[in-house]
């Protein structure tokens, strides 16, 4: 059907960025590895954080939408990385790297045509895997513009 067609388009380029959205990959393009653990002036975590916390509700969200014994994370806390922790840039590149798979994850169930988007999920009867697209799209997009104004806020453009 056409409009099936149309509407996992629009939720594809919504969980990629694009139109009205930066998307992940021009937000963290090039970032100096010397500001990872950066903390911008009256903000309490870095940008490695945001990152950590963007990977972590992604990963919770796919997690929800595929797994029949999902447990909830305990928010905030299991949410975001600990509050002193720090990066290297192996912990940068897999906090990147990890976001990017379950992105393309969530990619892939949407550009299924054998996924129901509208079906109650079985073990969540009151969610849709479209419900949970949207959720996850608006969350990103909301973190990456953060992220996009604590790189103009540090200068690591």
């Not at 309490?44 to 990152?51: E, V």
Request: proline share 7%; glycine share 4%; aromatic share 12%.
């Amino acid at each position: 059907m056409i409009s099936d067609q149309i509407v996992r388009q629009k939720l594809l380029a919504l969980l990629n960025g694009g139109n009205a959205h930066m998307s992940f990959e021009q937000a963290v393009a090039d970032f100096p590895a010397e500001h990872f653990n950066t903390h911008p002036v009256n903000v309490s975590y870095t940008p490695w954080h945001i990152l950590e916390h963007l990977r972590i509700a992604q990963w919770d969200i796919l997690d929800f939408i595929r797994n029949p014994d999902y447990i909830t994370l305990d928010w905030p806390r299991e949410y975001w990385p600990d509050p002193s922790s720090t990066a290297t840039q192996s912990q940068w590149d897999k906090t990147i790297n990890l976001f990017l798979d379950d992105a393309r994850s969530l990619g892939d169930l949407v550009s299924d045509p054998d996924t129901d988007l509208y079906a109650p999920i079985p073990h969540a009867p009151d969610y849709t895997i479209f419900r949970e697209i949207l959720v996850v799209s608006d969350h990103n997009a909301y973190h990456i513009g953060e992220f996009a104004i604590l790189r103009q806020v540090m200068g690591t453009w």
